[in-house]
């Protein structure tokens, strides 16, 4: 489960079931971040990393992102990691490993 807490009332929630934690898996990376003023949460299982964002008004998690890590496996060897949503649609990235520090994804394309 994944507790929250409202800096207002300053009260804690648990908030809506998340869809990515599962059974232990050591080969699955979890990060937490923020994108576009929302609580997101990327997770990296082998083959691919799934993008979630809280839906903080009906209390669920919407998958935003799904990139399929074979294709991407031959520019960035080890895994990305969210940092920004750019004109609406697009998500910039950060891989922490290599010489070309920033990548932008476009789901169009």
């Not at 009260?11 to 898996?25: C, E, G, M, N």
């Not at 004109?87 to 891989?95: E, G, N, R, V």
Request: one cysteine or more; a negative charge.
């Amino acid at each position: 489960m994944v507790l929250s807490f409202d800096l207002h009332t300053e009260t804690f929630q648990v908030i809506a079931k998340a869809p990515f934690l599962h059974v232990s898996d050591d080969k699955k990376k979890i990060f937490m971040c923020n994108l576009g003023d929302r609580l997101c949460v990327s997770e990296e299982k082998w083959l691919e990393q799934v993008i979630w964002s809280f839906d903080s008004d009906h209390k669920t998690w919407m998958n935003i992102c799904s990139i399929d890590l074979i294709t991407t496996s031959s520019f960035f060897p080890s895994h990305i990691l969210p940092l920004a949503v750019l004109d609406k649609d697009k998500l910039l990235f950060y891989d922490p490993d290599s010489r070309r520090a920033l990548v932008t994804y476009d789901p169009k394309n």
